[in-house]
């Protein structure tokens, strides 16, 4: 398809374990973007992958949580040792680049993850 | 800290009914988006305004940006079941990562 991908779409997994989430960017599309959204919540921003420059991880919320992106295209967004308060759903979105006034982010349909 | 209130949280209206919802901020946004999101599937964006004063329309839904640029608003007019959702704010500051309100869930009975 022609949109933003990622898999799984639900993952339940126990506390302590690891999880990777994975998102499929649109083709051509440099920028990526992971954000996190509890129940009817807004969304809150994780990390920004822009073409080949260093990534924005100002919003990772611990060392437990790690992104990387492999030749510029997919993502795997990595949580180490996971706990209960990490449930949520977690979306990918992705933009031809990081200018905002100009360039929509289109978002895929998220990973919702339960900790037990 | 919420860097963007939106108000109300939550809406329930019959259908035909005129709403607003609003966004502030107390910090300069270069670009304003709103999206809507439906349960199991990711925001889509519905309008970015980026001028002070912006007002723009989009069929019964009209959105506009402060002077200031630090709020905005999106009114429905006539609201239709089809609108019901949850309405997001996002304000962009040209780094790359949008900061969001903590959205309205609107629901609109027939």
């Known amino acids: 398809g022609a949109g933003v991908s990622q898999s799984p779409s639900n993952k339940v997994t126990e506390k302590g374990k690891d999880v990777e989430l994975r998102c499929d960017p649109i083709s051509g599309h440099t920028a990526l973007y992971w954000y996190r959204q509890s129940l009817g919540q807004g969304l809150e921003f994780l990390i920004y992958?822009?073409?080949?420059?260093?990534?924005?991880k100002s919003g990772l919320p611990s060392d437990r949580f790690s992104a990387e992106r492999t030749g510029g295209s997919v993502s795997t967004l990595t949580i180490q040792r996971t706990q209960q308060e990490d449930s949520a759903v977690y979306l990918c979105?992705?933009?031809?680049?990081?200018?905002?006034?100009?360039?929509?982010?289109?978002f895929g349909p998220g990973t919702r993850l339960t900790v037990l | 800290t919420q860097l963007l209130e939106q108000s109300p949280q939550f809406l329930s209206i019959q259908e035909g009914e005129n709403l607003t919802v609003y966004c502030n901020s107390s910090s300069v946004f270069s670009s304003l988006q709103w999206y809507r999101q439906e349960p199991g599937e990711g925001p889509v964006l519905l309008v970015t305004v980026v001028t002070g004063g912006e007002v723009k329309k989009l069929k019964r839904l009209t959105f506009q940006f402060g002077d200031a640029r630090k709020d905005s608003s999106l009114h429905i007019t006539a609201a239709q079941p089809g609108d019901t959702g949850l309405y997001l704010c996002?304000?962009?500051?040209?780094?790359?990562?949008?900061?969001f309100g903590q959205g309205t869930t609107l629901q609109v009975k027939p």
């Open positions: 979105a992705s933009s031809l680049s990081g200018d905002l006034s100009y360039n929509e982010q289109f």
């Open positions: 996002a304000g962009g500051r040209n780094t790359g990562k949008l900061i």
């Open positions: 992958f822009q073409g080949n420059s260093a990534p924005d």
